[in-house]
């Protein structure tokens, strides 16, 4: 079954720089990957996914990026502010079976 | 249109008991999961029910069971409670493409 592997596990910048989760996978059939942002005492929440026929998707200051060929993903947040600080999760799913998680990584954001 | 309610919100247990939890999907929304969220191992997925049968299935004894009802509401339910069943239990709720999943705000169970 598919495996995902999620990296750092905890990420730590100073406010204004960048942040970068990365993720890999295991299934080559995996077509959609999304990142879900869950914040202290909070539900999970879809902030951005991408779909296997696109490279590169973009909403204001998060992007990802699909790389088909190696197997991973990441999640690029730009121009980081305090209200970024949460759990990240990113995820793989391939037609109608389960939806597999990474681990998480906690992205706290230094004033 | 309404969010994923789960319901208790908070429950406390002690071993060997059985607990039930409940998920209302959003309107619609037919394919209902549930994961189990601790520290250390991030989310887990338990099972998918959609129309009323189990889809998929994740690696949990069978002390872990599900269903689902015709308006799509799903509960699941663990008997014989361990101490390592303490968690927070997520459900979230699909359309029929399967992809976006919406989440619940969880059920904390504490077993004593």
């Known amino acids: 079954g598919e495996n995902v592997e999620q990296h750092p596990s905890t990420l730590s910048v100073q406010e204004g720089d960048s942040a970068v989760i990365k993720c890999t996978y295991s299934?080559?059939?995996?077509?959609?990957f999304p990142w879900y942002k869950q914040e202290l005492g909070k539900r999970p929440q879809l902030i951005i996914d991408?779909?296997?026929?696109?490279g590169e998707k973009k909403d204001q200051r998060i992007a990802v990026t699909l790389n088909k060929t190696a197997k991973h993903f990441s999640l690029h947040i730009t121009e980081t502010q305090p209200e970024d600080s949460a759990v990240y999760f990113c995820a793989a799913i391939k037609g109608a079976q389960k939806l597999v998680f990474g681990q998480g990584t906690r992205l706290t954001i230094n004033p | 249109k309404a969010g994923v309610t789960q319901t208790p919100r908070y429950l406390i247990k002690t071993r060997g008991q059985q607990v039930t939890l409940s998920c209302s999907p959003i309107s619609g929304h037919r394919s209902v999961s549930w994961y189990q969220q601790t520290p250390g191992q991030g989310l887990q997925f338990l099972f998918e029910?959609?129309?009323?049968?189990?889809?998929n299935k994740g690696n949990f004894p069978g002390r872990f069971s599900g269903r689902q009802f015709s308006n799509s509401r799903s509960e699941m339910n663990v008997s014989t409670l361990e101490l390592g069943d303490s968690a927070l239990y997520l459900c979230?709720?699909?359309?029929?493409?399967?992809?976006?999943?919406?989440f619940g705000p969880g059920t904390r169970l504490t077993v004593l």
């Open positions: 029910y959609f129309s009323e049968t189990q889809r």
């Open positions: 299934d080559s059939a995996s077509n959609y």
């Open positions: 991408i779909r296997s026929n696109v």
């Open positions: 979230a709720s699909s359309s029929e493409n399967r992809d976006e999943q919406f």
